[in-house]
């Protein structure tokens, strides 16, 4: 524990995963793979058809979406100052490929996935997890190491990026691997809500002087 919050070691174990429920938060350790690239997706669909070489093993890992900013180091290494999360629905219709092929137990960012994502992480054991927008120092304080980077042709956020974390987090668990996902339970609370807000506004509307 810390700061009042489980942590969890990376690579997770299927166990840990299926305990996990919608809406726990937790702080993460271990090593994990960001990128925040469309691109770097499709060249991991094309790793998936055998077009493309795999530059690292996937299977049964992680794959958040966390953009970085990097800088070569004089030494010739690679350094991450800092790293956010991007939007997770603009790779939606990957994701559901993605998450059956390796059997991901992770993946993650903003703004959750869609049904198909989530059907896909029901039938595997896989969670995600929901970053911090606008957490950027928090998140980068939590890197100890970068451990490789593949793909160096693209731009650095768009990177194969594997990071060992620690401290990560909170993270919130925002789908969770039986399916159930808050940011359904949020789109429904907010259509339940919505004919109430149109008859407050027409009500204060009618009121109103003319």
């Keep these: 524990m810390s700061d ?11 166990a840990d995963v299926r305990a996990l429920r919608a809406g726990d938060m937790v702080l993460l350790e271990g090593e994990i793979v960001i990128t925040a690239g469309l691109p770097t997706h499709h060249r991991l669909v094309e790793c998936m058809d055998g077009k493309r070489a795999l530059p690292r093993d ?3 890992g992680s794959l958040f979406h966390l953009g970085s900013y990097s800088r070569e180091t004089p030494d010739g290494g690679f350094e991450v100052l800092y790293m956010n999360p991007t939007t997770s629905t603009r790779f939606n219709p990957l994701m559901p490929r993605l998450i059956r092929h390796f ?3 992770a993946v993650g960012g903003k703004g959750g996935l869609d049904r198909a994502s989530a059907e896909a992480m029901r039938e595997v054991g896989c969670v995600y997890l929901s970053f911090v927008g606008g957490g950027c120092p928090l998140l980068s304080d939590a890197i100890r190491e970068v451990v490789a980077v593949h793909w160096n042709d693209l731009v650095s956020h768009y990177r194969l990026v594997t990071l060992r974390v620690e401290a990560l987090g909170p993270v919130t668990v925002g789908i969770d691997a039986h399916g159930n996902s808050l940011y359904d339970s949020l789109s429904q609370e907010a259509e339940a809500r919505l004919p109430g807000i149109m008859e407050q506004l027409a009500a204060a509307r009618d009121a109103a002087p003319r």
């Design 4 to 14: 009042g919050f489980p942590t969890l070691r990376l690579p997770l174990d299927p």
């Design 103 to 105: 059997g991901l137990r």
């Design 58 to 60: 996937l299977a049964g």
